[in-house]
């Protein structure tokens, strides 16, 4: 009875996911950092388990005017959860691999000399298991993610990182309104570092025949993030297109 349960339970997931498979371009404005964003994002599932990654630029390259002129940083994150047991107790079960790395460039190009230059995100390789929690009709989901986490010349004393990532689709019966983000919490060198994106969109563009349009924003909140120590919270406005 068990296993019947599982198989169904995954075929309807295979299900709702595949119908909400997709690629999506987001564009914000920072208000904590002044400049705006774009990420491209996609969530694909096969026989084999699933796909994601998503793309950040950054659009804050500066001239001695003041005028942006082109991307000054970008992050790639690209993670397989690998799944063959789907038709099995352990159905939720997936193990996973990712990679994470990026590159950016700090002061005003036109500035003297010294005053512009370059920096590496260091790329990370991580490795382990996601959990995967539902509700009965899909509409609000739950990944948890424990995995082993390995900076290129980077140390880091405990080479680990804990994620959980959400989606709360058609939250408080509004049809169109999704809450979805995620947390991660991992370690570099002796220091914690706590990473949040909350996301709010709303599907408006079904009130005029055009589903692929959202709007909304996230809240960027982090503990001693991207050389910020101490806790801070960036609030973003923006647009989601899916393709």
């Not at 987001?26 to 990420?39: L, N, P, S």
């Not at 996601?130 to 004393?157: C, E, M, Q, R, Y």
Request: charge should be negative; aromatic fraction near 18%; proline fraction near 4%.
């Amino acid at each position: 009875m068990l296993k019947k349960f599982f198989i169904a339970a995954f075929a309807l997931l295979a299900m709702a996911t595949a119908a909400n498979a997709q690629t999506n371009l987001q564009v914000f404005y920072d208000f904590g950092r002044g400049h705006f964003t774009t990420t491209l994002e996609g969530f694909h599932m096969d026989n084999w388990g699933n796909t994601f990654f998503f793309i950040d630029y950054d659009y804050n390259d500066r001239d001695n005017t003041g005028k942006v002129f082109s991307p000054n940083n970008t992050y790639f994150e690209i993670a397989r959860c690998f799944n063959f047991w789907q038709n099995t107790a352990v159905a939720p079960l997936s193990l996973q691999i990712e990679y994470n790395g990026g590159f950016g460039t700090w002061g005003n190009l036109a500035g003297a000399p010294g005053e512009y230059g370059a920096f590496p995100v260091n790329s990370a390789f991580l490795a382990g298991i996601d959990w995967f929690i539902h509700s009965g009709d899909f509409k609000n989901t739950l990944n948890l993610k424990l995995l082993a986490k390995h900076f290129v010349n980077l140390p880091s004393k405990v080479p680990m990182q804990f994620t959980a990532v959400w989606g709360c689709q058609d939250l408080f019966t509004l049809p169109g309104l999704r809450f979805s983000g995620f947390a991660d919490f991992w370690c570099e060198g002796s220091n914690l570092v706590i990473l949040s994106e909350p996301q709010l969109w709303y599907q408006i563009g079904h009130l005029f025949g055009c589903d692929n349009f959202n709007i909304g924003g996230e809240v960027e909140l982090s503990y001693n993030f991207a050389g910020m120590q101490g806790f801070h919270v960036m609030p973003c406005a923006g647009a989601k297109w899916v393709f």
